[in-house]
């Protein structure tokens, strides 16, 4: 069974950094690109960065996140991360991974949730001084 379990969530300062996990089970993670989501309240869910299998490892960054963000992974920790540095009250939100339901899904362009089958249960982010 895919399962994916979001952690590193926190309370954090303007201009801050925080590292998200998205640790991976019952499947190749090689074979699969991963998307990062978020979702604030009385808003829909939104990608914020996608990363393609390890066929090209091909990523995509919503404008938002473009020059402050970096997601990666190591499939030998079965793991993808988000980097997300200069942090701005507007990112804070809960934060979700996921994977779409085939392998072949490349990140060319903005991802959207309908695409993605596959869900962790969110780690919140907070923003705040």
């Known amino acids: 069974q895919l399962q994916l379990v979001e952690s590193g969530g926190g309370l954090v300062q303007p201009g801050g950094s925080l590292t998200l996990s998205c640790a991976v089970s019952g499947f190749s993670l090689d074979l699969y690109a991963i998307g990062w989501f978020r979702q604030a309240p009385g808003t829909p869910r939104e990608g914020v960065s996608c990363i393609s299998s390890s066929v090209d490892n091909r990523t995509y960054y919503t404008d938002s996140a473009k020059g402050r963000f970096t997601i990666s992974r190591d499939n030998a920790k079965n793991t993808v991360y988000l980097r997300m540095n200069s942090l701005k009250s507007e990112d804070t939100a809960v934060y979700y991974c996921?994977?779409?339901?085939?392998?072949?899904?490349?990140?060319?362009?903005?991802?959207?949730?309908?695409?993605?089958?596959?869900w962790g249960q969110g780690t919140q982010v907070t923003v705040s001084s």
């Open positions: 996921a994977a779409p339901r085939m392998t072949g899904y490349v990140c060319y362009g903005q991802h959207h949730a309908y695409e993605f089958y596959y």
